[in-house]
């Protein structure tokens, strides 16, 4: 039986439809490890959308930028393991301030099997109302995306957490994080960064004050109202536990030009501390705001370096390394060190 039948087989299983029909494949995923898909659903008087993620990790470690190799293919089966376990256990304490797929079920595969499939069925956001995609942000339409994060950063807050949390999730968020890019370290030059790399590491990894991170939080991965008001989180691969400092420096370098964070990431680090501040105000977390923006403001200059470390490593002529980027990783190698 082939991929698309497996998955229909399965739409039909959780909703006992009359019919299911594929109307467009809408993204292969990275490494070509499989695909988004959209399916229309047809049962009694009525008829909708859904969108099937249906992963099928590949005998053939193809990377776009030459890292194939059993580290990164592991680390790829197990962000799609804890993706379906975000979905099935966490997502559906997420509320319209930080709005998020509705999950209709899971079928999962065992990392002994590597070839065995794993389809997650997701409401469709066009549906719900989030039918516009976007590349490139302006500084005033990048808000509603870091009150998503603000939102979402204080639904999940944590005082000095326990090492078994997040349960399920990656212990630590982010999918550059040290631990699990050494081969790209060792690639690196050396120099001021590279010597730097675990101390800023460790001050990010070590705050008090820990949220979920989404962990890959780049503006391909949220879906806009027509307005641009309203925003949903989507790819929850990387999620885990860390500093919202991360989200946030991911972020601004994934959907602003190099003029525009220089101008306004101030203002929009004040944007974010000040959403954060509300949310928390009136969520069920009883944590003073106030203590975590004094302990994560200086980190978000860590949390710059240490991304710049990664891509120092990774893809050495990337875009995103910059005079800005630069100079702000610079302000972080000096707090960390």
């Known amino acids: 039986m082939n991929t698309q039948s497996n998955t229909e087989q399965y739409i039909q299983e959780v909703f006992s439809c009359e019919k299911v029909t594929k109307i467009e494949t ?52 197990i962000s799609y393991e804890i993706e379906a376990h975000w979905y099935r256990e966490y997502a559906q304490s997420c509320t319209e ?17 590597p070839q065995c499939e794993s389809i997650i069925l997701l409401s469709d956001l066009d549906e719900s109302g989030f039918t516009s995609r976007k590349q490139r942000l302006s500084v005033e339409e990048s808000k509603s995306c870091i009150k998503w994060l603000a939102c979402f950063h204080a639904h999940f807050m944590q005082d000095t957490p326990v090492n078994s949390w997040p349960q399920g999730l990656w212990p630590i968020g982010s ?26 590491d460790s001050m990010l990894n070590n705050c008090r004050y820990k949220s979920l991170i989404h962990g890959d939080a780049k503006v391909a991965n949220f879906c806009f109202s027509s307005s641009g008001e309203r925003v949903a989180g989507v790819d929850f691969q990387y999620v885990g536990g860390g500093c919202g400092m991360k989200d946030l420096v991911y972020f601004l370098g994934s959907c602003l030009t190099e003029y525009d964070c220089l101008m306004s990431y101030q203002e929009l680090v004040e944007y974010y501390f000040a959403e954060l501040n509300t949310a928390m105000q009136v969520s069920t977390v009883l944590i003073d705001p106030i203590e975590v923006e004094n302990e994560w403001r200086p980190l978000f200059y860590v949390a710059w370096a240490d991304f710049q470390r990664f891509l120092l490593g990774w893809s050495p002529s990337h875009h995103k390394i910059n005079n800005f980027s630069s ?3 610079e302000k972080g190698i000096a707090i960390a060190s």
């Open 327 to 329: 100079e702000i990783t």
């Open 175 to 200: 999918y550059w994080h040290l631990a699990t890019r050494m081969d790209e370290y060792q690639a690196m030059a050396d120099s001021p960064i590279k010597r730097a790399a675990h101390q800023l």
């Open 97 to 113: 301030s930080h709005y998020v797929p509705h999950c209709y079920g899971v079928r999962t595969f065992s990392t002994l099997l």
């Open 26 to 77: 809408i993204q292969k995923l990275w490494s070509d490890y499989g695909e988004i898909a959209r399916y229309q659903i047809k049962q009694e008087n009525c008829s909708k959308y859904i969108i099937a993620k249906t992963i099928i990790p590949s005998a053939q470690k193809v990377h776009p930028r030459g890292w194939q190799s059993d580290a990164s293919h592991q680390r790829k089966i």
